[in-house]
């Protein structure tokens, strides 16, 4: 490193290459600071975030009040566990079960653990309540689907590169084709004890399912006594233009999963919410978790909610979104067979890429270039979820790079 100018980006990259675990491929951008949606490097170049770190800086970075809060707390307790009682769970627990509308929540830190505990919680519900024999509890699965990075979530996707070598994977899943009933019915058995499925497939490519599909599969699970628990960690808080991604066909889950926009972008946080007729399958003793429910997380999680509330970030993203998916089905018209597709739903749009015409990591890394960025997935698809803060103005100038990089030429 340069002892006179200081680390730049190829140090601190270099730095990451040569200590870290090579499980991650970034975007070459080293982040120094940011505020709401505009991001700077360490050579002080700008950015607009459309990533919104996956909907975990739904509220922008470094929102105020969020700040605030967890200054405040952090003048006073931060962890404790849950030995004892605290004067920020409850408050943040009354507020979430209030805007959700379920009667319990259970707070983890990570969506995956709030995953976890969801399977948990189906298995103990269907051996207790549905009277499934010990051991035998079986759990449908989309394929296609992500759910995050534990051994038991790897071990049902349907992915190959994230189960490659991590095996043995515990048994008790069985797969269907998202959006498809027919699929769910041929993969049901008399051990179903529920269905964990996503609103919207995020990592598989910004998967819409048809139609009136979750109508329908809310009445199939009604009918059948199987829980439908809706893995709402990167879709929910307001990501898809309503609280909940749920609440476009009218239905409501039995159990409902959140992460990522909880923590307001400062810590981690998630939730498993049900009623009473599914939670209580929990006693003391049966699950837990350190760091779950902490008071700092607890301060950050509720001012959060109240932030969503009242700066009405839900409208703002079902107004938002369409503006942002007609902008981009605009350069979609323009870019002839390089786009395939623009599909989504709110501030959650994915662009497909044509591998035949063009590279989507490319096209990410020029984006970059030229101050937006962005993420692809699955090789094919580049992810637009930017901060429900974001402005007209600041998507005008995304979309107008965006147009630009593709109309420049074939990566």
Not at 124 to 130: D, E, F, P, S, T
Not at 159 to 173: D, I, K, W
Not at 179 to 188: F, H, K, L, R
Not at 220 to 242: K, P, S
Request: hydrophobic share 45%; charged share 25%.
């Amino acid at each position: 490193m340069d002892s006179q100018a200081g680390p730049g980006s190829r140090d601190y990259v270099a730095l990451e290459a040569r200590y870290g675990a090579r499980n991650y491929h970034p975007v070459p951008v080293v982040v120094d600071r940011a505020l709401d949606c505009l991001v700077w490097d360490v050579e002080g170049r700008e950015y607009i975030d459309m990533m919104g770190a996956y909907s975990a800086v739904s509220h922008g970075h470094l929102h105020p009040r969020l700040v605030a809060a967890a200054q405040r707390q952090l003048g006073k307790v931060a962890v404790t566990s849950r030995a004892y009682y605290g004067n920020t769970l409850g408050p943040f627990l009354a507020k979430l079960c209030s805007i959700a509308g379920f009667q319990r929540a259970l707070p983890m830190n990570t969506g995956a653990e709030a995953v976890e505990t969801a399977i948990k919680c189906a298995r103990r519900w269907g051996y207790r309540v549905k009277g499934i024999p010990d051991g035998q509890a079986e759990i449908l699965v989309a394929r296609g689907n992500f759910h995050g990075r534990t051994n038991t979530i790897i071990g049902f996707s349907s992915e190959p590169e994230y189960r490659a070598g991590f095996g043995p994977f515990a048994p008790g899943f069985r797969h269907f084709d998202f959006g498809d009933m027919a699929s769910i019915e041929a993969a049901a058995t008399p051990n179903t004890c529920a269905v964990l499925i996503e609103p919207i497939q995020g990592e598989a490519g910004v998967i819409v399912p048809p139609a009136g599909f979750f109508r329908e599969l809310r009445d199939w699970c009604t009918r059948n006594r199987v829980l439908l628990i809706d893995d709402e960690v990167q879709a929910g808080l307001g990501r898809t233009g309503r609280w909940f991604a749920f609440e476009h066909e009218g239905i409501r889950p039995d159990a409902l999963i959140l992460g990522k926009a909880l923590g307001g972008g400062l810590l981690p946080v998630s939730a498993f919410l049900a009623d009473d007729a599914v939670m209580d399958v929990f006693n003391p003793g049966s699950h837990g978790s350190t760091f779950g429910g902490n008071a700092l997380a607890a301060a950050v999680a509720l001012e959060g909610l109240r932030v969503i509330e009242e700066e009405r970030l839900v409208e703002r993203a079902a107004e938002m979104g369409p503006y942002l998916m007609r902008r981009l089905q605009d350069v979609q018209a323009a870019a002839g067979p390089l786009i395939r597709d623009v599909r989504g739903r709110g501030l959650w749009i994915g662009v497909d890429i044509d591998p035949a015409h063009g590279s989507a990591r490319r096209l990410v890394e020029r984006l970059a270039e030229r101050g937006v960025l962005s993420k692809e997935t699955h090789e094919t698809v580049i992810r637009f979820a930017p901060p429900l803060t974001i402005t007209r103005e600041l998507i005008d100038r995304a979309v107008d790079i965006f147009r630009g990089v593709v109309l420049q030429g074939r990566p």
